[in-house]
């Protein structure tokens, strides 16, 4: 029966519900190591349950399956866990939570104190007549279930009497007849279990846990103060009641666990029961005893019940309760049912279920440990990871069971080098930072110069007489002057009002086939075009471009040498050149010339000093 349950959309992967399971049936093999149950070793002692931060473990339900047997046309009886009187310190009087349960719907309440009784007559006959062989007595269905499965070499050692729930399912079918469903109410979680294993008038149709209760009589809005006092259907149990205390049944059975004579050791709580069930596989002969095992300390503490703690006082509500219970008891009505149910057949076969796993070889756990920063030598154990030793957590390493990050001093080792490299990390990242930050100052402080030039060239540009424009490798304008914008006439003009020096505008658009081209010959061969004369729209420009950056950026300059400042200029910039050719070619024939070049100077000499007189 799958009893344990994980919502992995609420698993913080803490991996504790895996370190407080005793026999390891919830492993992290699941999708990204998240927690799984192997429902075949699962031993349904409830230990994941309250360990989980999340609440992402919880156990199967039968409040579903309970309410539609209410609705049935069955008749239905609740068989009440004695441990109910320590359950409910909120209820004044125990007859009411009585009545409070037949107001869900149950047609019969009894309390399983009287299966105690007959379960512990069984128990007086078998250990009170000892023929030679030690037994774990069967009561508790977690520890049944962990011998079955880890131990089936001591199942023939657990004593062949079934538990007080499925006695009191016999009883109240004798009583009220074997088509009865049958509902059991109390603190046990592998009753859950127990209850599919039987057949017939022993069988157990529904369990609810007190919490389950607690949630019926607050959906059905039952509380104390609305329903009157109602006591338990007969037959009516006697020490019974004392069962959610460990020595209860050794009590109920008038067993002698005195510690002198005493044939009869009760045993209780998560470690002790598998420390004694290990004890008594090795060496039950030694011991000479037989042992009343419970799993949880007392049912008063089942993983059933709404609280755990408070045992003490738990212990004392029972006792209190048995002792009120005891005051107007009829012994003698209970001495003939005794002997009526007694005819029921309370025995039962155990039967062996094991699921241990192959266990690693020596070698194989030994590499284990050393990667674990264990020394296979050194005994000592913290056993912080749920396992009893280091050795037992590196043999279910190996097994597959376990994880390495289970292990506390593993983990912290872990972590601490992490945060070391983490350390490490950062130190080196603080002073690549610092590098960065001296970086992003020079590259401010260039940019800063950058933009100083930029602005310096874009004025510059802005007042030079010449039209004058700059692109990209795309023909696209960055940046054009107005006497650029002048030169191309009035439609220029306007764009250059909605986007200022017709930035993103392309060239090929603006010029002609015969400009724009020499613009590309220098975006191509990276090579500067001088004073070439062109003709535009009636004009003759003299055009200049220059590689600004190779194969991506150029600047052209046009000057109209129609405009007679320019005409004169370029005429006065002409007649310098012709003098500084006719200089070289004076310099070769000075000696045979002579005076004829110095008058050849005086008269370009002359022309220049006509034309500038002109444009003064």
């Known amino acids: 029966m799958k009893i344990i349950q994980i919502d992995h959309d609420r698993c913080n992967r803490s991996y504790a519900c895996i370190r407080a399971c005793p026999v390891k049936s919830i492993t992290a093999s699941g999708k990204n190591g998240m927690p799984e149950v192997n429902h075949a070793r699962c031993i349904g002692c409830g230990s994941c349950l309250t360990v989980c931060a999340t609440s992402a473990v919880s156990h199967f339900s039968d409040m579903e399956n309970t309410i539609a047997l209410l609705e049935s046309k069955h008749k239905v009886a609740a068989i009440v866990d004695p441990t109910i009187s320590g359950e409910f310190p909120d209820i004044t009087d125990y007859r009411k939570f009585v009545e409070m ?14 299966g105690v009784d007959l379960v512990a007559k069984k128990y007086n006959d078998l250990l009170s007549n000892f023929k030679g062989k030690y037994y774990l007595m069967s009561n508790c269905p977690s520890m049944v279930s962990y011998v079955e499965k880890f131990f089936p070499e001591l199942t023939e050692n657990l004593s062949p009497i079934i538990t007080p729930m499925t006695a009191s399912a016999k009883v109240v079918r004798k009583a009220f007849g074997k088509e009865l469903k049958v509902v059991f109410i109390g603190p046990c979680l592998s009753a859950k279990h127990e209850a599919k294993l039987h057949k017939g008038t022993g069988r157990v149709d529904a369990v609810l846990t007190f919490k389950e209760l607690r949630s019926l009589f607050t959906r059905f809005k039952i509380k104390e103060a609305k329903v009157e006092y109602s006591d338990f259907d007969k037959p009516i149990g006697y020490l019974g009641s004392l069962f959610p205390i460990s020595k209860g049944i050794v009590y109920a059975a008038k067993l002698d666990d005195s510690l002198f004579d005493g044939k009869v050791i009760t045993v209780e709580g998560k470690n002790n029961m598998l420390d004694l069930v290990e004890e008594f596989n090795k060496q039950a002969e030694f011991l000479k005893k037989h042992f009343n095992v419970f799993y949880h300390g007392g049912c008063i503490v089942g993983p059933g019940t709404t609280d755990q703690s408070n045992k003490f006082l738990r212990r004392t509500m029972v006792v209190d309760y048995v002792h009120k219970r005891l005051k107007d008891f009829d012994q003698e009505q209970w001495e003939k049912d005794m002997k009526e149910y007694l005819e029921l057949n309370l025995a039962r076969t155990l039967v062996k279920d094991d699921q241990r796993l192959p266990q690693p070889g020596n070698e194989q756990v030994e590499e284990i ?39 506390l001093n593993y983990s912290i080792k872990n972590k601490q080098d992490y945060i070391k490299t983490l350390k490490n990390n950062n130190e080196k990242l603080k002073k690549q930072q610092e ?12 940019n800063q110069k950058l933009k100083q030039q930029s602005d310096t060239t874009s004025a ?7 039209a004058a424009v700059i692109v990209d490798d795309k023909l696209k304008v960055i940046e054009s002057n107005d006497s650029f914008i002048k030169v191309l006439g009035e439609d220029a003009v306007m764009i250059n009002e909605v986007i200022p020096g017709l930035a993103g505008a392309d060239l090929k658009t603006l010029l002609p086939y015969n400009l724009y081209n020499l613009f590309t010959y220098v975006l191509e061969n990276d090579k500067n075009i001088v004073g070439k004369d062109v003709e535009y729209d009636d004009r003759l420009l003299n055009v200049s471009i220059y590689s600004l950056k190779p194969n991506k950026i150029v600047g052209g300059v046009f000057r109209d040498m129609y405009v007679a400042e320019v005409r004169q200029e370029e005429i006065i910039n002409r007649v310098n050149e012709v003098i500084d050719e006719n ?31 002109k444009k003064k």
């Open 369 to 407: 440990l050393k990667s674990l920063g264990k020394k296979p030598e050194h005994s000592a154990s913290c056993t912080a990871c749920g396992f009893r030793s280091c050795h037992d957590f590196a043999a279910s390493i190996a097994q597959g069971l376990s994880r390495p990050e289970m292990c």
């Open 460 to 466: 510059l540009l802005k007042n030079l007489p010449s």
């Open 435 to 446: 590098g960065l930050l001296e970086k992003e100052k020079s590259l401010l402080e260039e």
């Open 101 to 114: 349960i037949r107001t869900l719907g149950f047609d019969f309440v009894n309390e399983v104190s009287f």
């Open 583 to 613: 200089l070289k070619m004076v310099q070769q024939i000075a000696f045979s010339l002579g005076e004829g070049a110095s008058t050849t100077e005086k008269m370009l000499n002359s022309i220049i000093e006509t034309y500038q007189r």
